[in-house]
């Protein structure tokens, strides 16, 4: 308002009025800048400004309309502006376009909209969006490093990509489609960028190849790390007979003596408490049911189908039908059915136990453990009990084995962070299981590779895992090979790809919170002007 002289102020009922003129007693020309105080006329005009006390508020303007007099500008009239308070042909006050638009890039159309009407700044939803499409983008400088990464705007259909200054950790684009085509062109470019930081997409690899063949592209360390757990979890699948603990044979005759005090151990690592009588015929029944399903699928897929034409004639659901799709054996399927868990699982020492005591009414043994936490039904307690009954006695109760993803989980973490109950039963686990240590071994190689960035050891490493029969290793390191350039360079250099998987996380949040108006061209100016 230092640019107005106030001449009234009043105050009614849909808020403050407010009359007042310009100050200045000449203006500059917008076509060639030359001031002028030759008064053609004068006309009211209304703004809208800022709220006081959450009152709207109106300008009143008593504008001037001056005669260029310079002669060879083709501008014969033009009105004056307010510096700092109005441009030509708005109806709303700078300051109050300026609050607009940053509660429409923070809150989106619906939300800022009641947000702006609560603090006396009338606009509504479409108002705020046109607001923020209008905003100009922000300026691109020079990029050295650069982050590339994807994220959905409707998963499994449309893909976007954005772009991150590693340096400033600010996107600097947002790019239609996630193909080697979009990133080539928009690197072309920027000729000025040495780095690329990327995950493991072959598309990227390929756009940044052909647009910034000078820069030395960088895989991200947290996607080789989820590679290899991917692979160490397929491995301990192929060995997961290695997880049961061996049964101790304590039914010895009086005659049977054991060499050096030792106990004789079973060569079968059979858990001793499990009934075969519905378990194994369930269990085969499901495993013929995979066998014919994944038949089928692969058929389909022999054929040309793609997944959705073979999840509609299989009358499939379409992520059952993916994972049949892809599945590169069979085996692979029935490897996490042979290790499933049941509610029943954490209540069977229990069962044993009061099932030898006496008791064998499964409806006081139900209710027994449902209030224990039990949320399963009795029909399953049924049938776990039903074999004991024929000898009157349930078998000790064998310890569980540990789960996959426990495994999994012990072989990838550090040893020195290891709790001690978990690290005894990974050690009995790998001592029974040569491919299992092998593996905890390489992983650990592995692990000191990224954590002391010594990419320069990766093709020893990779030598040493072909070495062995790890074929799921194998096929991790082929995958290395393939763009071993760039995982070196992710293995040597200081870069990562983090804070654009950061910045993809805060475009989905973004994505969410304009739901049904998410069009590109909108959630691409959220993207570049909020974060």
Known sequence: ?????????????????????????????????????????????????????GRPVVLWLRVRRFFCTHQDCSVRTFAEQVEGLTMRHARRSLPLRGMLESIGLALAGRAGARLANRLGLRAGRDTLLRLV???????????????????????????????L??????????????????????????????????DRSGAYAEGASRGAPQA?????????????????????????GCLIEPAVDDARGEGDTVADGAAEVSPSPTPV?????????????????????????????????????????????????????????????????????SLLDEY????????NDGCANVSLLVREIREQGYGGSAQTVYRYLRPFRSTGKAPESAPRPPKIREVVG??????????????????????????????????????????DLRGDLLPDWMDRVCADDLPALRSFVNGLRQDLAAVTAGLTLTWSNGPTEGAVNRAKYLKRQSFGRAKLDLLRKRILLTT
Not at 7 to 21: F, H, L, N, P, T
Not at 133 to 151: I, K, Q, Y
Not at 167 to 179: I, K, M, S
Request: glycine fraction near 6%; hydrophobic fraction near 40%.
């Open 216 to 240: 030395v592209q960088c895989a991200d360390r947290w996607h080789l790390w989820k590679n290899l757990g991917e692979a160490v979890e397929k491995t301990v699948l192929g060995h997961r």
């Open 133 to 163: 499409r209008a905003v100009p983008d922000p300026p691109v400088e020079a990029v050295t490093v650069l982050g590339v990464d994807d994220f959905a705007i409707r998963r499994g259909q449309n893909y976007a990509t954005i772009l």
């Open 1 to 53: 308002m230092a640019g107005v002289v106030v001449e009234r102020v009043e105050q009614e009922d849909a808020g403050v009025r407010i009359w007042a003129s310009a100050r200045a007693s000449s203006a500059a020309c917008p076509a060639c800048g030359n001031c002028s105080a030759r008064v053609h006329s004068r006309y009211d005009r209304t703004v809208a400004d800022v709220a006081v006390a």
């Open 410 to 451: 012990w072989i990838m973490r550090d040893p020195d962070n290891l709790p001690d109950d978990d690290g005894q039963r990974l050690k009995a686990v790998l001592a029974r299981c040569p491919e299992l240590e092998a593996t905890r071994r390489h992983v650990g190689a592995f692990a000191s590779m990224i954590r």
């Open 348 to 355: 069977k020492p229990y069962l044993h136990q009061r099932f």
């Open 165 to 198: 200054d590693m340096a400033t950790h600010r996107p600097v684009d947002v790019l239609e489609g996630r193909e080697a085509d979009t990133l080539a062109e928009w690197l072309k470019k920027h000729p000025e960028i040495q780095v690329i930081t990327r």
């Open 273 to 341: 408490a499990e009934p075969a009588v519905s378990g194994e015929a369930a269990e085969s029944g499901l495993a013929a049911r995979i066998r014919q399903r994944y038949a089928a699928v692969q058929s389909l897929r022999a054929q040309g189908k793609r997944i959705r034409a073979v999840a509609r004639e299989l009358d499939l659901d379409r992520k059952t039908a993916r994972r049949y799709f892809q599945a590169g054996s069979v085996e692979e399927l029935l490897s996490k059915t042979a290790s499933r868990s």
